[in-house]
């Protein structure tokens, strides 16, 4: 469905003369350069080295401020899955198979490949595969992305083998603004509004910034009952009416309780979504500080709190085997001889005071109980500063990050298969064999009579599950020029960059002892999982330029890195790239990396 943006943002630039500048997207103040001049030094995703108009040999794609604004996304991943190189990852256009999160995937390669960064650091993941949840990402702050599909592995790590998304945020800011944006779609469901306040403020005569930014996130769902999936209803066997499968064939329940040949299977697409409901808030802090001429001190403070709703068809029997009771009360005499003469041969149920039971496969959606129903809650904060500056012409940065991520995830309305059996051997309409629990006897053999609502309460299961996980990292680097060496044919001499990290992350993932004994067929089997490991890491990059302003040869660069890994689980591991760009005039390049 097409959303409507009825108001797009609104500006505040500046405390000191107040000003409004209304209608204008403003997801960074000031835009981020389209191209460095050949004086600047930059510093640039894909590698650790800063030099005078450095251009990388590995590809990288860059999403600046004023795409943002156009775009207007409510998170950063409905930008980049528009992207070719990006499939598209979890997000709120994801309902059946949702993790609550946005997540990006790069060239198909999955989303634990594929490695977000903020401002070039690690941000603490959501789940035990190292996942980071990009809704996170403060869009007011937001500079630019940079994303880069090559070499990236040498410089960040194996779990960026896919490449690296960088968001760069803007620690700069100085002012106030208000961002806010509102959209609702033609047929008047999917309502979201997304805010944002920024304040920002320099100190000590320019030597220190700080930042602050908060943001509101509120989106309604949209159902799947109109565009595709109305025009091809779903049409599954597991229903309601109850079907049953039966040596000779299937057969429904009618209205009348006779068994008659399919007629009514289900319908599940309105009760799936298009989009997701999400409710999310979000804390952002910068501050920076010139110690001196040769130290700055940095740090960063993110937290977000988000609400996720997806919503599931129905849970249903899926085909199970069940115990029919013969003499169950709501059995009409016509089917009792027809489950007797088309199931298993009769013979004493598995509790004896049931009397004669057969045994067939069942088909029932338990459409009466609602749909299946997750809520995902989270929590993320992570705390991260560093010292970077200069020392003898060579740039270094240390830094040290702390961040966890807890959950509380919900999933509501599955049936219990225990239940159904127990609620299944009945000695009237009202009473259960096993009355234990509270049964209520479960009418799957007479639709015209309906189910017991106190029966579908009875069948009902919700499951819970609590995780958290946590990571803590150490890094340092420096690079610089190393003016011994240079190519005879060429001006400029190697620029270097080396460092070392660690890296520890642990999770605790635990779920409720319904969710781990199997017993929901709605949502399946979920086992605990718990660990940690910890990496230390070292790392390297090169860059020498080999030929420059010959004819044909404007410039040759080489460019070179290796990392090496050891991790506690696994040993240690290499990375490595060597690629290599060739200007042959200005404005054409071609460029090479492995």
């Not at 594929?114 to 500079?143: C, H, Q, S, W």
């Not at 240079?486 to 270097?496: D, F, H, M, Q, V």
């Amino acid at each position: 469905p097409q959303l409507k943006p009825l108001l797009l943002s609104s500006t505040l630039l500046s405390l000191a003369g107040i000003p409004l500048v209304a209608m204008a997207p403003a997801y960074a103040q000031n835009p981020a350069p389209q191209a460095a001049e050949d004086n600047d030094i930059v510093v640039v995703t894909g590698t650790r080295i800063s030099r005078e108009g450095y251009v990388s040999s590995s590809p990288i794609q860059t999403i600046n401020t004023e795409e943002l604004a156009v775009k207007q996304p409510t998170d950063v991943e409905d930008v980049l899955r528009a992207m070719p190189q990006f499939l598209p990852g979890n997000g709120d256009q994801v309902n059946n198979g949702s993790a609550g999160v946005s997540s990006v995937d790069l060239r198909g390669l999955t989303t634990p490949r594929t490695l977000p960064l903020i401002d070039g650091k690690r941000m603490v993941p959501y789940d035990p595969n190292g996942v980071f949840d990009v809704t996170a990402v403060p869009l007011a702050l937001l500079e630019r992305v940079d994303v880069v599909t090559g070499g990236a592995s040498a410089v960040y790590g194996s779990d960026a083998i896919a490449g690296v998304v960088n968001f760069i945020l803007n620690d700069d800011f100085q002012g106030a603004q208000f961002d806010a944006a509102y959209s609702i779609t033609d047929h008047g469901d999917g309502e979201t509004e997304n805010y944002a306040a920024t304040v920002g403020a320099g100190f000590d005569d320019g030597r220190g910034n700080v930042v602050l930014s908060l943001g509101y996130l509120n989106k309604e769902p949209i159902y799947q009952v109109r565009g595709p999936a109305s025009l091809t209803p779903g049409a599954s066997s597991y229903a309601t009416p109850a079907s049953f499968d039966f040596a000779s064939g299937r057969r429904q329940i009618a209205d009348t309780g006779a068994l008659v040949v399919p007629y009514a299977p289900f319908n599940f697409n309105p009760q799936n979504l298009y989009q997701t409901p999400q409710t999310r808030w979000t804390v952002t802090a910068l501050a920076k500080y010139e110690i001196n001429d040769y130290v700055e001190a940095y740090g960063r403070y993110l937290s977000s709190s988000s609400t996720s709703s997806p919503a599931l068809a129905s849970s249903a029997v899926f085909g199970d085997t069940l115990e029919v009771q013969l003499s169950n009360p709501f059995i009409t005499p016509a089917s009792q001889a027809y489950f007797a003469a088309n199931g298993t041969a009769p013979a004493a149920c598995s509790d004896p005071a049931a009397g004669q039971c057969t045994r067939v496969g069942v088909r029932w959606r338990a459409a009466d109980v609602g749909p299946r129903q997750y809520v995902f809650d989270y929590d993320t904060f992570q705390v991260m500063g560093g010292l970077r500056g200069e020392i003898w012409g060579w740039d270094w940065d240390v830094a040290g990050a702390h961040g966890e991520t807890s959950l509380n995830r919900q999933q509501n309305n599955d049936i219990s298969t225990d239940a159904i059996q127990q609620a299944l051997f009945a000695t009237s309409t009202t009473a259960c064999v096993d009355p234990a629990g509270g049964c209520v006897p479960l009418n799957l053999f007479n639709a015209g009579t309906g189910i017991d609502p106190a029966a579908l309460d009875f069948i009902r299961l919700n499951l819970q599950l609590q995780s958290i996980t946590k990571q803590d990292y150490v890094t340092a680097s420096i690079s610089g020029d190393v003016d011994a060496l240079k190519s005879p044919w060429a001006s400029g001499t190697l620029a270097a960059s080396f460092g070392v990290e660690y890296r520890q992350e642990s999770s605790d993932y635990r779920p409720d002892f319904a969710s781990q004994a199997g017993i929901s067929p709605g949502f399946g089997q979920t086992l605990p999982t718990f660990g940690e490991y910890d990496v230390s890491e070292a790392f390297g990059e090169a860059i020498l330029p080999l030929v420059e302003g010959a004819p044909f040869a404007r410039s040759i660069n080489l460019e070179v890195g290796y990392r090496h890994s050891d991790y506690s689980t696994s040993g240690g591991t290499d990375s490595y790239k060597y690629g290599a760009d060739w200007e042959p005039v200005d404005g054409l390049r071609f460029r090479s990396m492995f």
